[in-house]
């Protein structure tokens, strides 16, 4: 079965630092996304990505953030100057649209010390 | 704003049935996920209901009342495997994104 992707698995990244994490979608998926989850909280939207650009992003998703698709399989989540709460897993997911299910990746879980 | 309502946690016992409840009110409603996590893993998808009634899938059913906002998971003959959280999902209308609830932890014991 076609799965998502992550890499790492785990970051660890000292507060200030810049950090990216990547995500390899399903290849004929149309739509991508990053969701976040904080340590027993609930899972949130970030980003969604469609047609090379930005189709809609949450309040969360500030200038510290950016999301490329730098090729044809890879996207990525760049976040420029983490803060410690910016710990959380983070998720990418895929879909063909909203009426497809989305696919989720492993998650990234990213440790701001 | 959106707001999904489930309930914290439930415990049930292995081979019982299970019924997860969730209530939503949103601006606009494409559609209903339910999802299963286990813990420090990723949402698996389970079901999705877009018209109402109840949509069947092995020990799993999920059913849906757009009126009245409202969906429930059903999960039967249940298993200690089935031990994990249940997460509710809205998608919007015009919107490429899922709006989650705080998710269901289910403890199955033997």
């Known amino acids: 079965e076609p799965e998502v992707t992550q890499t790492p698995s785990h970051q660890v990244t000292q507060m200030g630092q810049e950090v990216i994490l990547r995500c390899v979608p399903i290849?004929?998926?149309?739509?991508f996304y990053w969701y976040r989850q904080i340590l027993g909280q609930k899972v949130e939207f970030l980003v969604s990505?469609?047609?090379?650009?930005?189709?809609?992003k949450s309040e969360i998703f500030d200038d510290q953030f950016s999301v490329e698709r730098p090729d044809g399989s890879n996207f990525t989540l760049k976040i420029r100057s983490t803060k410690l709460e910016d710990s959380a897993m983070y998720f990418c997911?895929?879909?063909?649209?909203?009426?497809?299910?989305?696919?989720f990746g492993s998650g990234t879980r990213l440790t701001v010390v | 704003g959106q707001n999904i309502d489930q309930p914290t946690e439930m415990t049930a016992t292995e081979g019982a049935i299970v019924q997860i409840n969730c209530t939503y009110q949103t601006s606009g409603f494409n559609g209903l996920f339910w999802y299963q996590q286990h813990a420090g893993e990723a949402p698996t998808f389970l079901s999705y209901n877009v018209l109402d009634g109840l949509e069947e899938k092995g020990r799993f059913s999920s059913f849906l009342s757009r009126s009245k906002g409202y969906s429930y998971l059903l999960l039967k003959e249940l298993q200690m495997k089935d031990s994990a959280s249940y997460l509710c999902a809205v998608s919007l209308t015009g919107f490429q994104k899922l709006v989650f609830g705080t998710g269901t932890r289910l403890l199955v014991s033997p």
């Open positions: 997911a895929s879909s063909q649209g909203n009426d497809y299910g989305y696919t």
């Open positions: 290849s004929n998926h149309l739509y």
């Open positions: 990505f469609y047609n090379n650009e930005i189709s809609e």
